[in-house]
Nanobody
Framework: QVQLVESGGGLVRAGGSLRLSCAAS????????MGWYRQAPEKQRELAAK???????NYADSVKGRFTISGDNAKNTLYLQMDSLKPEDTAVYYC???????????WGQGIQVTVSS
């Protein structure tokens, strides 16, 4: 029942920044948690960042201090600010929204981030 549209990916040089957006078709005010996953070529999908509604954020050690996850209820949008990007960050990034037992969970379509040296 919820559609997610990701944007903001692209090509950037090492040390640069990008901001990913994940816009939901409906309100995210009732969300339980949301996050960003990424999958590099020939690797398993991994959690990069997660935020619990009204609670803490969690980051993979590899991105801690460089990535910031946030949400904007007014715009029904999840963001991932990525700074000091490294070639190792190159991957397809997927947003994930969890509305709990009754609301279900949803994945974005994935968006490519490529970091060149």
């Amino acid at each position: 029942q919820v559609q997610l549209v990701e944007s903001g990916g692209g090509l950037v040089r090492a040390g640069g920044s990008l901001r990913l957006s994940c816009a939901a078709s409906g309100s995210i005010s009732s969300i339980k948690s949301m996050g960003w996953y990424r999958q590099a070529p020939e690797k398993q999908r991994e959690l990069a960042a997660k935020i619990i509604k009204g609670g803490p954020t969690n980051y993979a050690d590899s991105v801690k201090g460089r990535f910031t996850i946030s949400g904007d209820n007014a715009k029904n949008t999840l963001y991932l600010q990525m700074d000091s990007l490294k070639p190792e960050d190159t991957a397809v990034y997927y947003c994930y929204l969890d509305f709990g037992y009754y609301g279900g969970s949803y994945w974005g379509q994935g968006i490519q981030v490529t970091v060149s040296s």
